[in-house]
């Protein structure tokens, strides 16, 4: 079973990576900013890819990675996707309501929604 998990580096994708990674009949490709924070065992025994989900350059670079280390004809069993922004510099958890900016709220949309199927569109469509 071939799992591509975004977002390997942060809490949730990378508890879900230790977990599936004890498995030997899982073979993962994770993806986050900084490939040196995903766990020790992925990176030893599974591939880490960088990827920034907030550059829309990184689209088109994640998807040529993609298809070069997975045929297309063989594809992906699972895409799990764990990552996500909350802050940053300059974004911060809202609490009212009053707080929201359109510009954070587009931000956060950008990562924690719609970038995953950009990249997800080029590999499995080309």
Avoid at 3 to 13: F, Y
Avoid at 25 to 48: F, N, S, T, W, Y
Avoid at 83 to 103: N, V, W
Wanted: hydrophobic content about 50%; proline content about 4%; charged content about 25%.
């Amino acid at each position: 079973m071939r799992i591509l998990i975004a977002g390997v580096s942060g809490a949730i994708g990378a508890a879900l990576a230790e977990n599936l990674a004890a498995r030997a009949d899982v073979d993962i490709i994770g993806l986050c900013r900084q490939p040196e924070k995903a766990p020790a065992c992925l990176r030893e025994r599974h591939q880490v890819l960088a990827w920034d989900a907030e550059k829309p350059e990184a689209l088109e670079q994640v998807a040529a990675k993609l298809a070069a280390s997975v045929p297309k004809a063989e594809g992906l069993d699972m895409i799990i996707y764990a990552a996500g922004i909350l802050h940053g510099a300059d974004m911060k958890p809202e609490k009212r309501l009053e707080d929201l900016q359109a510009s954070a709220l587009a931000r956060a949309m950008a990562v924690n929604a719609s970038a995953s199927g950009c990249w997800c569109k080029r590999y499995c469509l080309g």
